[in-house]
């Protein structure tokens, strides 16, 4: 099975200021299609997960364009660019290129 | 809009059976795989089990397989999963989603309790 690690796993971010999260595959995320299938999910507390972003850097429609991804091969990251308020919860990456699908171990962002 | 609702959770004694549903609104159900995805209660998430469109692809959880059956019946928009020989492990909140490969579409999830 492909392991996906994130990191960190506890994030404190000042309103207002940049926030990173680091996503690692134990192997290649290419599928044979040429595309690579990393999500990226956010689960604010009490709710269910929503999908944000889809191959590495590709937002849904209305996440805001404070939300970016990117990384190419075994290295991903989830970039904000000024935390907000509903940015808290706990942020999930995702392979969907291989069989069994893998999450990460999820990176809870708070606010300092 | 596109929706999820799943139903059929409840507190079962280990060992015994349960059926989950999941009734799909707002997009075309028969064009899409769908999956299972469950957090058991302050965990991360884990993919159950998955199905292709037409029922022709399935996969499973190592940690599920010959326990659990997942099943789609196009006509009613609905997505099945039969869950047998439970365990305390089990125990966790069920969300049906639409799997694109991205996994875009959540209900809000049902919650399945495995106690005696």
């Known amino acids: 099975d492909v392991v996906m690690t994130q990191s960190p796993l506890s994030l404190p971010v000042t309103l207002g200021q940049p926030a990173s999260i680091s996503c690692r595959s134990s192997?290649?995320?290419?599928?044979?299609?040429?595309?690579?299938?990393l999500n990226w999910f956010q689960q604010r507390p009490g709710q269910s997960p929503r999908h944000r972003i889809y191959k590495v850097s590709d937002r849904d429609s209305g996440v805001p364009d404070r939300f970016s991804g990117s990384g190419s091969g075994t290295d991903f990251t989830l970039n904000i660019s000024r935390v907000e308020a509903e940015d808290v919860g706990v942020y999930y990456c995702m392979q969907g290129t291989h069989w069994p699908r893998t999450f990460g171990q999820g990176t809870r962002l708070e606010i300092k | 809009e596109a929706q999820l609702v799943e139903s059929g959770g409840g507190l079962v004694k280990p060992g015994g059976s349960l059926r989950l549903s999941c009734v799909a609104t707002?997009?075309?159900?028969?064009?899409?795989?769908m999956s299972w995805v469950r957090q058991a209660p302050g965990k991360g998430l884990e993919w159950v089990s998955s199905i292709g469109r037409s029922g022709t692809s399935i996969y499973y959880a190592d940690s599920v397989r010959g326990r659990f059956t997942i099943s789609r019946d196009d006509a009613k928009k609905s997505l099945y999963l039969q869950l047998n020989s439970l365990r305390a492990e089990d125990t966790a909140f069920y969300y049906c989603?639409?799997?694109?490969?991205?996994?875009?579409?959540w209900g809000q999830g049902t919650l399945v309790t495995v106690s005696s």
């Open positions: 707002g997009f075309s159900f028969s064009d899409n795989g």
């Open positions: 989603v639409r799997d694109r490969y991205n996994l875009d579409i």
């Open positions: 192997q290649s995320l290419v599928h044979s299609d040429g595309n690579t299938y």
